[in-house]
């Protein structure tokens, strides 16, 4: 709670203990950071830019998936970056899961009528 001063007074200090093993461990992340990613996550990755700058960075998220072979999970509300971008989608409604839907030759294959309304829409 933001103004309760009370509650601020009485959390304790958090320190990091000075053993040689934390040392080892801290100083060994950024090697395990390097490792290459299983799984990106792109939220919204094209919104609100313009055309040109889209194209880029659909380009470079295609580029990224095929070289690296990384999984690439796209938070969108755009259609037409699902349609260029993705081989499955999660359709999804009010925040519950309406179906996932397979993507073949830029086009979404929806069953449900609320999944086809979507499709539509764009």
């Given amino acids: 709670m933001f103004g309760n001063r009370r509650l601020c007074k009485t959390v304790p200090t958090i320190t990091r203990p000075n053993f040689p093993a934390v040392k080892n461990n801290v100083s060994a992340l950024p090697a395990r950071w390097r490792r290459q990613p299983q799984v990106i996550l792109a939220d919204e990755p094209t919104s609100a830019?313009?055309?040109?700058?889209?194209?880029?960075?659909?380009?470079?998220?295609?580029?990224i998936n095929r070289r690296f072979n990384v999984t690439i999970v796209i938070v969108t509300h755009e259609m037409s970056v699902i349609r260029r971008l993705c081989d499955r989608a999660a359709l999804l409604d009010k925040g519950h899961l309406l179906e996932i839907v397979e993507v073949h030759s830029n086009q979404i294959h929806a069953q449900s009528k609320i999944g086809q309304e979507l499709i539509r829409e764009d």
């Fill in 49 to 63: 830019l313009d055309p040109a700058t889209t194209r880029s960075v659909l380009k470079c998220l295609e580029d």
